[in-house]
């Protein structure tokens, strides 16, 4: 059974850091897809950050380029998010995501294992 568990999540005055970690059980992270994702209330579910654990490839949406940072660690099965210069914009319920196959144009949907979400929450 596959399971992701997302940690990391806080509250944080803005301008802080925070790293997210998505560690996942029953599934290996080579040659797959992993994303974080997030949801505001009354807001869609919005990507934030894929990375593909074969090739490397990196996307990340245009409101958190230059401050957050996707990595892998393939021997812990970890994906991390690495959240710098957080302004309250950035408060929203994050999730990780997982699938096989390409990263490029991937969007929530396309997306077959979720994590249970860790909250994040930007104070100014």
């Known amino acids: 059974q596959v399971q992701l568990v997302e940690s990391g999540g806080g509250s944080v005055q803005a301008g802080g850091s925070l790293r997210l970690s998505c560690v996942a059980s029953?599934?290996?992270?080579?040659?797959?897809?992993m994303g974080w994702f997030r949801q505001a209330p009354g807001k869609e579910r919005e990507k934030v950050a894929v990375?593909?654990?074969?090739?490397?490839?990196?996307s990340y949406a245009d409101s958190v380029k230059g401050r957050f940072t996707i990595s892998q660690d393939n021997a812990k099965n970890t994906v991390y998010l690495q959240m710098n210069s957080l302004n309250p914009a950035d408060t929203a319920m994050y999730y990780c995501?997982?699938?096989?196959?390409?990263?490029?144009?991937?969007?929530?949907?396309?997306?077959?294992?979720w994590g249970q979400g860790t909250q994040v929450t930007v104070s100014s």
């Open positions: 995501a997982a699938r096989g196959g390409w990263c490029a144009l991937v969007d929530a949907y396309q997306f077959n294992f």
């Open positions: 029953g599934y290996t992270l080579n040659r797959n897809c």
């Open positions: 990375i593909s654990t074969s090739s490397g490839f990196i």
